[in-house]
Nanobody, 125 residues
């Protein structure tokens, strides 16, 4: 059973930075897409950044391009989300998710079978 454990959330001021981490336990898949999604109160869950574990290919939502960076430390089974120039609209519960046995990443929530519990990021002025 795959388990994803996020950490690194908290409060930050506008323009600040935060790094989220997600440690994956219990899988040995190489063909897996690891993703960060977020959900703000009253809004749908949306994809933020994706990375394919085997190819290293990354994708970003337009709203975070140039500000957020997704990366992985493969040996540690860890994926990171470096968030810079944070804005109030980035306030949300951030989730790590895994889509296993795939050669490409998608933005579809339904493709991700495994989810972490979420970590809250709050950006205030």
């Amino acid at each position: 059973q795959v388990q994803l454990v996020e950490s690194g959330g908290g409060s930050v001021q506008v323009g600040g930075s935060r790094r989220l981490s997600c440690v994956a336990h219990g899988y040995r898949y190489r063909r897996v897409c690891l993703a960060w999604f977020r959900q703000a109160p009253g809004k749908e869950r949306e994809g933020v950044a994706l990375i394919h574990r085997l190819s290293g290919t990354t994708l970003y939502a337009d709203s975070v391009k140039g500000r957020f960076t997704i990366s992985q430390a493969d040996a540690k089974r860890t994926v990171y989300l470096q968030m810079d120039e944070l804005q109030p609209e980035d306030t949300a519960l951030y989730y790590c998710a895994a889509h296993v046995l795939t050669d490409s990443c998608t933005w579809s929530v339904g493709d991700y079978k495994f989810w972490g519990q979420g970590t809250q990021v709050t950006v205030s002025s």
